[in-house]
């Protein structure tokens, strides 16, 4: 999970959709990513269970559920420490760096 958060893509669609719903060409427009990509990443998103999505007419629109984040990094003892809230629920991840 935690290669996830390092992901650039994958980060931008956890942000840009933790306000508002958005469909995979509004994503892919706004934050430069490439369709197909948007598509795989979302894809990985909802199975990981992420991202939700949303129907609204005939288009699926997804949403974070992740509703608080935070990340620490210990250089001394090469770790990060991720917390965080997704649909109610607290994790807490911790790995090594490199």
Same mark, same amino acid.
């Given at each position: ?37 948007? $598509? +795989? ?8 269970? &992420?991202?939700? %999505? =949303?129907?609204?007419? /005939?288009?699926?629109? $997804? +949403? ?8 620490? &990094?210990?250089? %001394? =003892?090469?770790?990060? /420490? ?17």
């Amino acid at each position: 999970m935690v290669s996830v958060f390092m992901d650039k893509y994958s980060s931008q669609i956890l942000l840009g959709t933790s306000t508002k719903a958005k469909g995979i060409r509004e994503i892919s427009r706004e934050y430069n990513i490439p369709v197909t990509v948007c $598509y +795989r990443r979302i894809k990985k998103l909802v199975e990981m269970g &992420l991202l939700m %999505e =949303e129907k609204v007419g /005939k288009r699926l629109k $997804y +949403r974070s559920k992740i509703n608080d984040f935070s990340a620490i &990094l210990d250089f %001394e =003892e090469n770790k990060m /420490k991720i917390n965080m809230v997704a649909d109610g629920e607290s994790y807490e991840i911790e790995t090594t760096i490199l």
